[in-house]
């Protein structure tokens, strides 16, 4: 099947000055001044104003929101509502764009928004990654070397920050945008201006967190602890915006997945031959829609407490810090878990095509990611375990975490009896499937320590904790997060990405990630807690070899960022449609895939996992019915 | 479209593959296991200064013992998986069996680690329940050890960026320094007069968070003489990495002589400090006497 409409293509002037990225930029400036001045003069010129040491909250949450506003009237947001409000007939237009500008504006081609998501992602996701070397350079040293504490504070906030917000839409935002309409065999998402606008909220949000810089940053770390949080200068309130859209931003991705999910499959896939990608797509989206409105709750409830001197988490004024935490973390533990499970459906996705046997055991896989998204509500006062809360339910947070182990083993078990006598292929995107074992095996078993909690006594708030959630979410997301670029990046973009820098950006990344975060272990160990810029003297020999390993680390993120630019905009040797052999139905169609994904909507017969059962079922039979869209 | 593989099954093949899997595990494991007991176990945190220290040390050995067969159970199997499944190089792709499930390894693998998961969580609950573990309880604490109303009092208040202790059986005395008597059971009470500290006694095995307005408890039972280190181990702000001090745990009579002599310097300040109480923030400013009016967190 081909793409069947040539794309249209409007004038140049009329690509620079639409509703585009541009334009979004400027009124968001333009809405930013609005929300200042604007709250300067309802507040009155008693209180702070511009050009002051410390600003006048309301003002910078006013600006934020004025600014993300304009940014998206801007992109052109509002032109579908306000077409139809002023009785014109609904279209579609936005998706019908073709050419490069369609990736600088408002799209509804769920594979536009994929890819969007890719590279704004991406971006992040390198931002992070220099303020992490940016903090293993201060502690090269066991005293203060180069960046102010508050400057270090700064740096270790946006790190975690950033990462925790980008990273949890890290697979959702572009790969199962770009590949579960695909998948289940429709046309485009539920909602695709929602998923356009999940796009675009994320990468305000990002913006916004980046201006932290320009008030002060923020001390507080990624977890925003009250009353820390309300003493903090105006850079807080970057970091409470950006939560609270990146909040907003996951829910409406969340239910957009479920939407899509769960009513626009095509005849013939039932829930026992989904993909399992698709099912943990779905049961991390349920995750997202339910978690992180908590998010953007206790967020609004810290944004009253700097701006308008309410008292929720101020003892003094009769809150309690332990309602942030608690409030956070009901959101933080599946927040974690809304970053693993996309890690765990692309293993388990994957390991079947590069060992050629089907998926071992799928109902035990899908019981397995549907147990983690139930147990992950019952575990969040781990994180307290120590906090003085509830001495008497430790007990009971000790069983569900440690029971939580019980559903993860179940991916384990599908994924290695899935390569069980298989004709196991080693290419760069199993490579990084296999490290997930490695990697999430040893996150897990120290996560087994800090269930504990006599262990966690010790273990609690240290580098060993650190190290521990590292190894989940870097060995587990980030490994997984590149397996899936190299194996469905070829497929989205048209153009395949070098082997041989492939193979030494794994081995590198593998060696080095283990090199800078196994050592972690041991430190936490000896007394070494977390978010610390001034450490023992006895401990520098550990700090440097991690240091060192971390540099390394991320020379490994420049090699995949070189064959990313060299492959993609340079060589550009085209893909063949299945480079694999996957019997995925994303890879029966041509590379890229065309606007419309299919001619037809086809019919599934089975899941896409029938290895040595015979040749890939036919997905369009003749004379199928047209589907929905 | 590559060409799609024939879906000729390969010959069974000769050996045994899940036998000789098992049997590599469990030698492994079998050796592993008690060489982690043995060298790895004693080098664990954090010591053996306070019985609830020595206690983590245990069960730190504990899991780790559990967790060495389940390392060498993924990393044995993915080896063997490596070198006996692996695709010939330059061959025709070929499909492996169409294996989808096993119903006797799946039960097998559920219950043993059902097992497995509940007997950690067991063994970790007694542990806690014999006397706290060192870990900070909040205000009405469970796990509370035998005659611990008979025990030294110790308030441990945390600041924006240091820790000071008060004795009240010596009149409150007021001191920068963390001094315990050997053999002796104690109650910390952790408070905060700021935001959120984590007092960490890194070799009395002790780990309690300072909330502002919050008495947390944490009891410890000392055994011999030494010094220890104390840090914050929750972000405080901009000195966070600088919250750090010492303590030391003495014999009886020089903790007595060392007590009298603080409680002497102390008498001279001690109208200048607030009277000792359980938490020094009260929820509406100036309702107790025994607690001032707290200045406003945050300027403007």
Known sequence: MTAVTAPLRPPIWRRLVGFNLLTGIVLGIGGWYVGWFGAHAVVGPSLDYFGDVDYNELSVFMAYIGGVVGFLIGLGFLNYPARRLLGYPPSLREKETGGWARYFGLCTDHKVVGIQYLWGIGLFFFIGGLNAMLIRFELLRPTHQVFSGGTYLTLVGMHGTMMMGMMSSGILGPFANYLVPIMIGARRMAFPRVEALTFWLLMAAGAILTTTIFFGGFPTGWTGYEPLNVQAAAGMDCYILFFALAGISMTLLGLNMIATIVTMRAPGLTWMRLPIFVWGVLSTASLMVLAAPVLIAVLSMSALDRAAQTTFFSASGGGSNYLYENLFWVFGHPEVYILALPGFAIVLELLPVFARKPLWGYRLAVAGLLGVTLLSWMVWQHHLFVSGINGDLRPFYMLSTELISIPTGFTFICGLMTLWRGQIRFTVPMLFCLAWFFNFLLGGLSGVFLSDVPSDVTTHGSFFSMAHFHYTIMGGLVFTFFAAIYYWVPKMTGWQLNETLGKIHFWTMFVFFNSTFAPLFAIGFLNQPRRVNVYAHTLQFLNDWVSVSAFCLGTSMLIFLFNLVWSLAFVKKPAVANPWASRSIEFQLPSPVPVHNFDRIPVFSSDPYGYGEGPVPQWVPAGAPAGRD | ?300
Not at chain 2, 50 to 60: L, V
Not at chain 2, 157 to 172: A, K, L
Not at chain 2, 282 to 299: D, I, K
């Open chain 2, 1 to 300: 479209m590559a060409s799609q593989p024939t879906a000729a099954t390969p010959p069974r093949d000769s050996v045994n593959h899940g036998l000789r899997f098992v049997v590599a595990w469990l030698v492994l494991s079998v050796i592993a296991t008690p060489l982690v007991v043995i060298f790895v176990g004693p080098i664990l945190p954090p010591g053996s200064m306070t019985t609830q220290a020595h206690e983590q040390i245990y069960d730190n050995t504990w899991l780790a013992a559990v967790s060495t067969p389940v390392l060498c159970l993924v990393v044995v199997f993915l080896v063997y998986a490596f070198v006996y499944f692996r695709a010939p190089k330059g061959g025709a792709l070929v499909d492996g069996p169409p294996l989808r499930e096993h119903a006797g390894i799946q039960v097998v693998w559920i219950v043993i680690t059902s097992l497995t998961v509940l007997m950690l969580a067991a063994f970790g609950t007694y542990q806690l329940l014999q006397n706290g573990s060192g870990g900070g309880q909040g205000p009405s604490p469970v796990a509370v050890p035998a005659g611990a109303s008979h025990n030294l009092a110790v308030q441990v208040i945390g600041q924006q960026w240091e820790w000071t202790f008060r004795y009240p059986s010596f009149g409150g005395v007021e001191t920068h320094e963390l001094v315990l008597p050997q053999h002796t059971s104690v109650t910390l009470h952790v408070t905060s007069l700021d935001v959120v500290h984590s007092f960490w006694a890194y070799q009395l095995g002790v780990k309690a968070d300072a909330n502002p307005g919050t008495d947390n408890v944490a009891y410890v039972q000392t055994r011999g003489p030494g010094t220890f280190q104390i840090r914050c181990a929750e972000l405080c702000g901009l000195f966070h990495g600088y919250m750090f001090s010492t303590g030391r745990v003495v014999s009886a009579t020089q903790f007595q002589s060392w007590a009298k002599t603080q409680e002497a310097i102390y008498k001279t300040i001690a109208k200048y400090v607030p009277p000792y109480a359980k938490t020094y923030i009260c929820p509406a400013a100036g309702t107790s006497p025994t607690c001032s009016p707290q200045p406003t967190l945050r300027g403007g």
